[in-house]
């Protein structure tokens, strides 16, 4: 008996130094270079147990094939294909594939930054913590970010641009309460009924669907901080920018997208959007004209 009980002492020991692996869906849309990398930092940077699963929200053949890719050298445990792009919706394929409650999520144009212990150690030991956290986002670095203004003084831009936005939740101030975009976050299903995204993506909100349960808070974390290679699809991926402009109702619609310009006096950088915009207009006009000669 006493030889049983030290068994099961031990037994239950190490169950609970066991990790459970964190599922980390992200949700691809062409923009390869991005996924790769993004894919390269997770593997270089993140020691807690986790599975990877994909999904592609029908992207072009180069990115499927580097999916498939990624299957056949076991870096990833599954990839979906939707068969249209359902832009922020499309996560809602890889959350029905998970069986943790708690999961992460995130766009492929993330690199996850080197920590001690990891990032996203950290982001399961703050949310074990604050049980009345349901989504908790990473900070993002502002270095690349192609407004000057914004770069210079953060709080002039966007909410979830800040540095430290909203108040604090913890007295050490590790956590501030703030809204989650689409960007690098880890959160419970349990916010959503039934574990299904509530409402539409439609009017301001240019991230997820936010009808949670009651009580639910958001959160970001001050210390796991982001590279965000997404600011910079302006000049790598124009097709992409053209996609994103040409659909107000699933990112932000346009009038409200320029108010936040105009209101913040960046109109440089309104400005330098539109002629890029414009150029890659022209670039597709003549590419269509030179292909009926």
Not at 224 to 250: A, C, Q, R, S, T
Request: glycine share 6%.
């Amino acid at each position: 008996m006493a030889v049983l009980s030290f068994y099961r002492m031990g037994l239950n020991i190490m169950m609970k130094t066991i990790k459970k692996s964190i599922e980390i869906v992200i949700l691809t849309h062409n923009r390869k270079l991005y996924a790769e990398k993004m894919i390269e930092s997770i593997k270089e940077n993140t020691e807690y147990p986790h599975k990877i699963i994909i999904v592609d929200n029908a992207s072009n053949e180069e990115t499927k094939e580097y999916l498939r890719c990624l299957m056949r050298k076991n870096i990833v445990s599954q990839v979906f294909y939707n068969q249209q792009n359902l832009f922020h919706q499309g996560w809602q394929t890889g959350i029905d594939a998970t069986e943790g409650e708690m999961i992460v999520l995130s766009d492929p144009d993330i690199l996850v930054p080197r920590l001690e212990p990891c990032w996203l150690t950290q982001m399961v030991k703050l949310m074990e913590e604050n049980p009345n956290i349901g989504k908790l986002g990473a900070r993002l670095d502002l270095s690349n970010h192609p407004s000057k203004t914004w770069r210079d003084k953060p709080l002039s831009g966007p909410s979830c641009l800040n540095p430290l936005p909203g108040l604090p939740l913890l007295s050490d101030g590790k956590i501030y309460r703030q809204h989650v975009d689409t960007t690098l976050h880890i959160m419970r299903k349990s916010i959503y009924p039934g574990g299904k995204m509530q409402g539409g993506l439609k009017g301001g909100n240019a991230g997820l669907p936010r009808r949670y349960l009651p009580g639910t808070v958001e959160a970001v974390a001050r210390d796991i901080v982001v590279y965000h290679l997404g600011w910079e699809d302006l000049k790598d991926y124009p097709d992409y920018f053209y996609d994103k402009f040409n659909n107000p109702d699933v990112f932000r619609s346009r009038i409200e997208y320029w108010n936040i310009l105009k209101s913040r006096g960046l109109m440089r950088y309104a400005i330098k959007r539109i002629y890029e915009y414009l150029k890659y207009r022209l670039k597709v006009i003549s590419e269509k004209l030179g292909s009926i000669k």
